[in-house]
């Protein structure tokens, strides 16, 4: 740890961020082109749903750069998203929890922030979404 002393009584004191590892799978500005939504017309004309999506892993689990069975792969991520947005589901606080619930029974993941928008649906803003954040127990 190191001390310095600024100008007046400003005192900076420089420390490590954390002192615990952690670990975790980063999954940004993932786009969905696919139906979604309460009414009508979102029923039948597909909108764009942007996901940004950060899972913390077990930091026991030690990696195997030959075993894939180490990892969290990203395509068990990418298959929990596609077959709950299978389920026709009309809101985005519906579909955040069931994606965390999901992805949450996958063993190697401790906890996960998602955040889930639709593009484009206002004029005069970029998106709407829903951030929602988890860790098991």
Do not use: H
């Not at 139906?35 to 930091?59: A, C, M, S, T």
């Not at 991520?77 to 999901?102: A, P, Q, S």
């Amino acid at each position: 740890m190191k001390n310095f002393k600024g100008s007046g009584a400003t005192q900076i004191i420089e420390r490590p961020a954390t002192l615990k590892l952690v670990k975790k799978i980063l999954i940004k500005n993932l786009i969905i082109n696919t139906i979604f939504g309460y009414y009508p017309e979102e029923k039948v004309q597909k909108q764009k749903l942007k996901f940004n999506i950060k899972l913390e892993i077990d930091r026991k689990i030690k990696f195997n750069d030959n075993n894939l069975n180490t990892i969290v792969d990203y395509d068990d991520i990418m298959r929990v998203i596609n077959n709950v947005l299978d389920k026709k589901i009309n809101f985005l606080e519906t579909l955040g929890e069931l994606i965390v619930k999901d992805i949450l029974k996958n063993k190697k993941i401790i906890a996960i922030e998602l955040e889930i928008e639709k593009l484009d649906i206002l004029k005069k803003g970029a998106s709407v979404g829903f951030q929602i954040s988890k860790r098991k127990k």
